[in-house]
């Protein structure tokens, strides 16, 4: 029915803790999981529960993998996609009661969902979740998503013990818009580096040619067209852009690119893994986001010291990058905030008017550089931990 990757945990008296999510693949929630698990072994006995068995992390040594739907086969039929639904809680179900778990943890709505299920059933399990995106931006896309969760996710979320997410905005959201009425709070992303080493050099000098790095899934809401539109209106022999990632805009972009006479200035460099290798290859970072659950990747980008542009999205980037401190910017202008620049969304103009000012003001970019290093430091993996763990224990 399901499988298991066992690595022989000794059985003791730390709590089973079950980690629901859909997969384990390249996601911004999934790098989270396999931060936290570092930590989390030491102190409960782990076992990951993914829906589909697509898998890009190493599971932690003591760590144990269940996959509840590895026959999964990509499908638009909505009876089998309910169908599968079924399956999934079933599933979970039996696993909750032949594996003694006293607290399951999940994250990303429809395991949420679940884990709501499950706290009306198990009235000794404690049951934890995390939303990662801002649901009122993010369901919008689709016409039937918004109505089904007007329902569900009062109806199910509201059963477990209590909620984080990594933004104050997802939580007000949910509590405006979807009636969430358990205890909410925020626990921003982890990151895990050296805080004895910056990668970027001490000293950063003028450039001829602007480096700019952009990582992130080519979707809608990532609008990476932003970035090509502003350096339309650059002088192109200034500026060099490298996108990182992958996905279904991936050829729309190719073609934006050759409409813009960008295609000697802008390379598309596909996936990669280590991201931070690559990011300090380049002079800043650009995200160019309509919306956010928490950014991973401009935390990845300050950790290493590279200056950063970001589009004043909900949510992460001001809370970021500003201290959550409120901005006003007029269009096709820029705000230097306390860690980075920040433009409203999709202002290409905006966008390009900052690029210019990074590429003269070298001075500008060692500050944002230093400061946001030094941001990244707070958001250091064992500080987050013990945050989580808090929240699972107490």
């Known amino acids: 029915m399901y499988f298991y990757n066992s690595q022989n945990i000794s059985m003791n008296k730390k709590p089973n803790l079950s980690i629901l999510t859909i997969d384990y693949g ?28 697509v898998v890009h992390y190493e599971l932690p040594e003591g760590v144990e993998m269940v996959v509840l ?23 979970y179900n039996k696993f909750i009661k032949e594996n003694n778990i006293d607290i399951s943890f999940a994250l990303l709505a429809q395991p949420n969902i679940i884990n709501g299920m499950m706290a009306m059933k198990y009235k000794h399990l404690k049951t934890l979740i995390s939303e990662r995106c801002y649901p009122s931006i993010v369901y919008k896309y689709n016409k039937f998503s918004m109505p089904l969760t007007k329902i569900l996710i009062p109806m199910f979320y509201n059963r477990n ?23 909410m709070s925020v626990i921003y992303n982890p990151i895990e580096f050296d805080n004895n080493r910056k990668v970027i050099p001490e000293s950063i000098i003028a450039t001829d040619v602007l480096k700019i790095v952009n990582v992130a ?50 390379n598309f460099a596909g996936k990669v893994t280590n991201i931070q290798n690559y990011l300090v290859q380049n002079d800043c970072f650009v995200l160019s986001s309509e919306t956010e659950g928490f950014p991973n990747v401009l935390l990845e980008a300050l950790s290493v010291g590279l200056p950063s542009i970001s589009t004043n999205c909900l949510s992460g980037p001001l809370e970021l990058l500003n201290d959550n401190d409120p901005v006003n910017i007029a269009n096709g202008e820029f705000y230097q ?7 409203n969304e999709g202002d290409d103009e905006g966008l390009a008017n900052a690029l210019n000012f990074f590429r003269t003001h070298p001075e500008v970019r060692q500050h944002y550089s230093k400061v946001g290093f030094e941001r990244a430091k707070t958001y250091s993996l064992p500080e987050i931990y013990k945050q989580v763990k808090d929240l699972l224990i107490n």
């Open 26 to 53: 390249a996601g911004g929630a999934e790098r989270v999981i396999s931060l936290l698990m570092k930590h989390l072994k030491d102190d409960f006995n782990i076992t990951l529960v993914i829906f589909y068995n």
């Open 69 to 91: 739907l590895p026959e999964k086969k990509n499908t638009k039929k909505l009876y089998i996609k309910i169908y599968d639904s079924f399956k999934l809680i079933f599933r």
């Open 161 to 183: 013990k209590a909620l984080f997410s990594n933004s104050v905005y997802i939580n007000q959201d949910l509590k405006d818009n979807f009636k969430v009425k358990i205890p």
């Open 217 to 266: 899934t080519m979707e809608p809401r990532k609008n990476q067209k932003l970035i090509l539109d502003a350096l339309r209106q650059l002088p192109k022999g200034d500026y060099y852009l490298t996108y990182y990632g992958m996905g279904h805009l991936y050829d729309d972009l190719l073609r934006h690119r050759e409409a813009s006479g960008l295609n000697e200035h802008v």
């Open 337 to 343: 905030a306390k860690y980075g620049i920040l433009i």
